[in-house]
């Protein structure tokens, strides 16, 4: 593909092991630019909220909270596997924001509104700062609705399972995969149900269907897309 100039963002929403973050991560690498995964932020405002013992259905403590915590997300330090480090009041959480209880308790935290709202700013923030890929569930919806490129990926529950049946083991793990599986349908049906930005496509997102494609297939498709897209905005006239 040709190099795409100038600045841009590409917002990439799915539901729960789509490939989101693996997707995202690679085609921002290939087309030099910042990677972010929105769902750190709230897996770790949840990761807090069961260390101090605030229920997650508590809304006003949770939305306090979110407007308190001090998350950073670095460049990856060590080779393990991460994507990026992720720091609480300076401690390193990278693996422990995927653990069980994180997933089991994330959907219910993050569809409250106020722990939306109050990670909303930083969002949008780095969202416009350059060229910047951004992954999450509400990402061409309500964070970035005027995203140049919106992408929503789709996969079989079933694929989705195993990928993070997949992802645990290798974080040294040993998971239940009909657990996990449940779990990734009980997510799914709070992530779609919820009253705050439910999880659906953008009306202008170009579907991706990752079943049965390798990484590299659905990178390229992206890339392809985001090509042609980004450029009619620089034929348009349009800044960049």
């Given at each position: ?15 729960a ?31 807090a ?13 949770l ?42 308790n ?49 996969a079989?529950?079933?694929?989705r ?14 998971p239940d ?15 779609s ?36 897209r980004?450029?009619?905005?620089v034929e ?5």
């Amino acid at each position: 593909m040709t190099e795409i100039p100038g600045r841009f963002t590409i917002a990439i929403d799915g539901p729960a092991g789509a490939g989101k973050s693996t997707v995202g991560e690679r085609l921002a690498k290939r087309l030099h630019a910042v990677y972010f995964d929105t769902g750190v932020l709230y897996r770790a405002v949840t990761l807090a909220a069961l260390r101090r013992n605030i229920p997650p259905d508590d809304a006003d403590a949770l939305a306090e909270l979110a407007g308190k915590l001090v998350v950073a997300v670095k460049r990856p330090s060590c080779d393990d596997g991460r994507q990026s480090d992720v720091l609480i009041d300076g401690e390193d959480v990278t693996w422990e924001i995927r653990s069980a209880s994180v997933d089991h308790n994330v959907s219910e935290v993050s569809a409250h509104p106020g722990v939306r709202a109050a990670l909303l700013d930083a969002q949008r923030r780095i969202g416009r700062s350059g060229r910047v890929v951004m992954v999450g569930r509400d990402i061409g919806t309500a964070v970035l609705p005027d995203a140049e490129v919106k992408i929503y990926l789709l996969a079989s529950l079933q694929e989705r399972a195993r990928r993070r049946y997949e992802q645990l083991r290798f974080a040294g793990s040993t998971p239940d995969f009909d657990d996990i599986l449940e779990e990734m349908r009980r997510r799914d049906t709070i992530d779609s149900e919820r009253a705050a930005s439910p999880l659906r496509p953008a009306a202008d997102a170009v579907l991706v269907d990752t079943d049965g494609c390798s990484i590299d297939d659905v990178v390229d498709r992206i890339a392809a897309i985001a090509e042609v897209r980004l450029g009619d905005v620089v034929e348009a006239g349009q800044p960049t």
